[in-house]
């Protein structure tokens, strides 16, 4: 796996240069120069693409179009300025290239962005040059061999040197590596602001001078002057002398929901209109800046802690917003412990960041979701590098022995099965990718075979046309699930119950068919791997069903003290 530093921050160098390899970005460094190089690769020939198609879209230069794309970008976190910059710097070699009529494969590998290593396949994601590869590069050379350019992409030029993006490169790098708000002033892994690990991903701090005021905790003396669990509920009813939080909370069993997830329950997303010429425009990157500070996550959407309003087409609540609605006094109660490339063999890593207080906290439902990357990797063979059962077994044991030493007696654990992943084949192979709608010329197939050539493929194993190893993948990732499954109906613990919920894919995509939808417009577009936000949602809807039908108990009760609480507070001081 990526360092996944290294792939966000090299962004604003190419537009967001990485886009793809950023789904799969783990853990440990790449010491191979071909995979660490691979994603200035795709982030080259992604923003070439789009400059080439804005000439097509707009009937405008070369010149024009490379300024018109800086022109979208907002001035936050310097990305106007840093996109400027580089269009100062390689904007000229990349006229003379489109002139000679060059197409984005050639320009990167021409400017070395792009490699060819010895005894190593050619990657591209366009079809090849009528005239000989190695003819038709060779050309390209002569025509920018003195450009002063070319020291950049051969010394490995880091955006991050400049200057001006030097800070908040920094910024996001320690979220990424620590996973904790970068802003908490009292440091009790809450915070009161947005991005960098803050309330997109866990309940807002009502108090960010005081460690013992978060989100989750049972009332300081029932909060009869301050709000000490931030659910907003908080002084006396001057009427009889009773606390609200004691009059409307207690006995109705409040618990919040945490999520041990990985860029599906991060909800990794990278809207199409970003990267498709025809569709871009001023307004398209207006939420540019939170997503980068986001890690290109949207936890704030996703299916299980999203407590924003749903921006898909349909209008479905992710499960903390069922939880709140059920029971007003969850309010803000919610966690969001996900990470881009997260498995279960490196969970524990970052499973610390995990905020519960077994002696002050109210209980918690625990979803364990780590749905891909045990099967997933970008490598040529996946096969070695998938996890085994045994090793499944033994990591999942210490993640739930972790949980028991963490988590509030009447807790819940729910471990989730891995989908079957060759509906992504099935279903997008021969459909035509964001980049290549304009042109009818990069298919899903063609994004596919260019990401396992670069070797840093989101799921070689269910992202190929080989299907003897699309195969091999889903049998693994049945066995993980029989794994799961077997933990969850042997083990006990002290603290919590344990369950296991199968993801069923099939399940999610009979829901869509029935409100009308195609099976592939639940795959996110650009990267063609991650559920997206309906899947997302569906998936929310299936897990409530399950719940009420199966095990009620895990949701708690209705509180039948709603509408007095939405009297008195209000939305509760929002999100």
């Known amino acids: ?91 000229p070699d990349i006229i ?10 050639v320009v990167c590998h021409t400017l070395e962005f792009c490699k060819q290593d010895p005894g190593q396949p050619l990657c591209h994601l366009y079809p090849l040059p009528k005239e000989a590869w190695k003819f038709t590069l060779e050309k390209a050379r002569q025509i920018v061999k003195k450009s002063p350019a070319l020291k950049y992409s051969r010394s490995g030029f880091d955006i991050c040197s400049l200057p001006f993006l ?24 809450y915070s009161d602001f947005p991005t960098l690990r803050g309330f997109h991903w866990r309940g807002r701090d009502c108090n960010d001078s005081n460690r013992m005021a978060y989100p989750g905790r049972r009332p300081d003396n029932w909060d009869s002057y301050q709000d000490s669990n931030c659910n907003g509920i908080w002084g006396v009813d001057p009427k009889d002398g009773i606390p609200y939080e004691k009059k409307f909370c207690e006995g109705s069993q409040p618990r919040g929901v945490i999520l041990l997830g990985d860029s599906a329950g991060a909800y990794f997303h990278i809207p199409p209109d970003w990267i498709t010429a025809s569709q871009m425009s001023l307004k398209s990157f207006f939420k540019l800046p939170i997503a980068l500070t986001n890690e290109l996550d949207w936890p704030q959407l996703s299916g299980t802690t999203g407590f924003l309003h749903s921006t898909s087409r349909i209008k479905q609540n992710s ?45 918690a439902i625990v979803i364990y979701a780590m749905i891909g990357n045990d099967v997933c990797s970008g490598n040529i063979d996946p096969l070695p590098e998938m996890t085994t059962p045994e090793k499944l077994f033994s ?33 997008l192979h021969d459909r035509y990718h964001p980049l290549g709608q304009l042109n009818k010329d990069v298919t899903y197939a063609h994004f596919y075979s260019f990401l396992n050539c670069l070797q840093v493929s989101p799921c070689h194993g269910w992202m190929s046309s080989n299907k003897t190893l699309r195969n091999l993948t889903s ?36 829901k869509w068919q029935k409100r009308g939808g195609q099976p592939w417009q639940l795959i996110e577009p650009v990267d063609g791997f991650h559920p997206n936000e309906v899947a997302s949602q569906l998936f929310a809807d299936l897990f409530w069903e399950k719940m009420q039908r199966q095990w009620p108990h895990v949701l708690g009760k209705e509180n039948p003290f709603n509408p007095q609480i939405e009297q008195v507070f209000g939305d509760q001081g929002g999100h």
């Open 96 to 105: 003379k290239l489109f002139r000679a009529h060059m197409n984005a494969d």
């Open 395 to 427: 990591k999942v044991m210490q993640t739930l022995q972790y949980l028991d030493s963490h988590l509030p007696k009447g807790s819940h654990v729910i471990l989730l099965g891995l989908p079957d992943g060759r509906f992504l084949w099935d279903h």
């Open 1 to 91: 796996m990526k360092s996944p530093q290294k792939i966000l921050m090299t962004a604003p160098l190419f537009f967001l240069l990485t886009l793809h390899t950023l789904v799969s970005s783990g853990y440990d460094n790449w010491t191979d120069s071909r995979h660490s190089n691979s994603h200035y690769c795709i982030g080259c020939v992604l923003v070439v693409s789009i400059i080439e198609q804005f000439t097509q879209v707009h009937n405008s230069t070369v010149q024009t179009s490379m300024e018109r794309l800086c022109s979208y970008l907002p001035e936050k976190l310097f990305l106007k300025t840093a996109c400027y910059s580089m269009v100062h710097i390689f904007g």
């Open 319 to 363: 499960i903390y917003l069922r939880l709140r609605k059920r029971n007003h006094c969850n309010h803000r109660d919610y966690q969001n412990i996900s990470k881009n490339g997260a498995s279960s063999q490196n969970l524990e890593r970052f499973m610390e960041t995990l905020s519960r207080n077994q002696l002050l906290d109210y209980p």
């Open 475 to 510: 049998e693994r990732a049945e066995q993980l699930s029989t794994t799961l499954k077997k933990i969850a109906t042997s083990q006990k613990f002290m603290n919590f119950d344990l369950f296991y919920l199968d993801f069923d894919f099939q399940k999610i995509v009979k």
């Open 166 to 189: 030097a800070k908040i490169c920094q910024k996001i790098k320690l979220a990424i590596q620590n996973s904790v708000p970068l802003e908490d002033a009292d440091s009790d892994k």
